[in-house]
């Protein structure tokens, strides 16, 4: 089974800074690699998809890089609706999310 | 636009049973696959199952395997999981996903608002 590690597991961050999320396999899954964002009581969405792909109606914002076994989430400038949970997904080999990072006000 | 709607929650003792349903509109469901994802309380996301469009083909996680079966109807526009022997670590927001592929990678594209499964006695 492929394991996902997203680091850090928190984050503290204020409205305008730029936040990056990394999200490590346990072996390589090419770009099989998607983003989703969690709001409390409500579905993950879709953020990012095949590792750097946006969504359709995903703010310009949210970006995504890597390959491999290493990858990013960032958001260039963080806006208020921002601050949620956000888990990577490895399609490569069945399917695992990594454990979560919650985003939170500072 | 794309509406999923699960149903068939509420609270089980262990060993019991428990089906569940997902009610799609507004596409296509016979050509799409489609997913179970839980999540258990304060817990992340973990895929149970997934469902070829046709329903020939079907996988789940090692944690279900041989307890859960996902089955559809496509004259109904209907995803079903079937949970028998139920365990209290079933416990878990059910939630039904719609399955996508595009530039190399397959997806969860739309999420239903989920179903929560308690198993309790």
Not at chain 1, 62 to 67: E, L, P
Not at chain 2, 43 to 69: C, H, M, P, Q
């Amino acid at each position: 089974d492929i394991q996902m590690t997203q680091s850090p597991s928190s984050l503290s961050a204020s409205v305008g800074d730029r936040v990056t999320i990394t999200c490590r396999a346990s072996q390589s899954i090419s770009s099989y690699l998607n983003w989703y964002q969690q709001k409390p009581g409500k579905a993950p969405k879709l953020l990012i998809y095949a590792a750097s792909s946006l969504q359709s109606g995903v703010p310009s914002r949210f970006s995504g890089s890597g390959s491999g076994t290493d990858f990013t989430l960032t958001i260039s400038s963080l806006q208020p609706e921002d601050f949620a949970t956000y888990y990577c997904q490895q399609s490569y080999s069945t399917y695992s999310f990594g454990q979560g990072t919650k985003l939170e006000i500072k | 636009q794309v509406q999923l709607v699960e149903s068939g929650g509420g609270v089980v003792q262990p060993g019991g049973s428990l089906r569940l349903s997902c009610a799609a509109s507004g596409f296509t469901f016979s050509s799409y696959g489609m997913h179970w994802v839980r999540q258990a309380p304060g817990k992340g996301l973990e895929w149970v199952a997934f469902i070829w469009s046709d329903g020939t083909n079907k996988y789940y996680a090692d944690s279900v395997k041989g307890r859960f079966t996902i089955s559809r109807d496509n004259s109904k526009n209907t995803l079903y999981l079937q949970m028998n022997s139920l365990r209290p670590e079933d416990t878990a927001v059910y939630y039904c996903a719609k399955a996508e592929f595009s530039s190399g990678s397959y997806y969860f594209d739309y999420w239903g608002q989920g179903t929560l499964v308690t198993v309790s006695s």
